[in-house]
């Protein structure tokens, strides 16, 4: 029942124009990139990590922002069906915008659907490559899938971004045996 309570505005829109691209927000990325490399502790990567999801969820305009945030408002409510419904329509409108992606895969990894997971981390990260969040999620899900190596890979890499990432508890020492 509280999947089909979609907000009003949601619900009232006519059909949707193109989703606008997002304008060219190369330098902030870079600066905040940047910035969690060179984390001096924990609590100070905690701070830049949050300047990153602002950045991160920030969407093209107010309609694809609308249907993130319900999203996120869904699943935090652990409405996973309602929130995929949400994301998915964000990715029908934005196929562009690598977070609707990133979203739908973390419901996905939440329900243990590694393979769909698997498949909206490497579309988030075709889009931006460099999405910490989405490189520490396809480590955890290539794990939960059995493939310890690319695992290992997807968090080195990961970890080459932010050294701070909780997920750097589960890397092995090279030559360990996976």
Do not use: V
């Not at 910035?35 to 990153?52: F, I, K, P, V």
Request: hydrophobic share 45%.
């Amino acid at each position: 029942m509280k999947t089909l309570l979609l907000p009003l505005a949601l619900l009232a829109m006519p059909a949707l124009a193109d989703c606008p691209a997002l304008p060219d927000r190369t330098a902030e990325k870079a600066e905040l990139m940047a910035a969690m490399r060179d984390a001096g502790n924990e609590g100070e990567a905690r701070q830049r990590t949050d300047a990153l999801w602002q950045f991160w969820a920030t969407a093209p305009d107010a309609a694809a922002q609308e249907m993130l945030d319900y999203g996120m408002r869904r699943r935090a409510e652990y409405d996973f069906e309602g929130a995929t419904e949400s994301f998915d329509r964000l990715i029908a409108y934005c196929p562009d915008y690598a977070e609707g992606y990133n979203q739908r895969a973390f419901i996905h990894f939440l329900r243990e659907d590694f393979p769909a997971a698997l498949e909206d981390l490497e579309k988030t990260l075709e889009i931006s490559p460099d999405h910490i969040a989405a490189l520490a999620g396809l480590a955890l899900t290539l794990d939960r899938l059995g493939r310890f190596k690319a695992s290992q890979g997807a968090l080195r890499e990961a970890l080459k971004l932010n050294p701070w990432l909780p997920e750097r508890a589960m890397l092995k020492k090279p030559g360990t045996d996976l």
